[in-house]
Nanobody
Framework: QVQLVESGGGLVQAGGSLRLSCAAS????????MGWFRQAPGKEREFVAA????????NYADSVKGRFTISRDNAKNTVYLQMNSLKPEDTAVYYC??????????????????WGQGTQVTVSS
């Protein structure tokens, strides 16, 4: 198992930026793909972005493509989500997640075995 701790959430005005971080421990970080998901009040958890073990492959939800960037630093056991041009509809709790036994990207919640506690992002209009 891997333990994940997110940070960097907060309140920001529309058009602003935030950078989320997710620190991992407990397993060799470079062994697995990582992802970010979000859940808004009253809605199901949804995929935001994913990155392969080396960082060479990424995938984004259409709603954030061109505004969000996922990256990772395997030396620091950390994955990041840079969020620019934020919109009120980006308001949600953001979760990072680690795949169970794969180095590759996935957009499916069921493919991720370990989850952080979440960090709140609120975008005001």
């Amino acid at each position: 198992q891997v333990q994940l701790v997110e940070s960097g959430g907060g309140l920001v005005q529309a058009g602003g930026s935030l950078r989320l971080s997710c620190a991992a421990s407990g397993r060799t970080f470079s062994s697995y793909g990582m992802g970010w998901f979000r859940q808004a009040p009253g809605k199901e958890r949804e995929f935001v972005a994913a990155i392969s073990w080396s960082g060479s492959n990424t995938n984004y939800a259409d709603s954030v493509k061109g505004r969000f960037t996922i990256s990772r630093d395997n030396a620091k056991n950390t994955v990041y989500l840079q969020m620019n041009s934020l919109k009120p509809e980006d308001t949600a709790v953001y979760y990072c997640a680690a795949r169970a036994n794969s180095r590759y990207i996935s957009t499916m919640i069921a493919d991720f075995a370990s989850w952080g506690q979440g960090t709140q992002v609120t975008v005001s209009s």
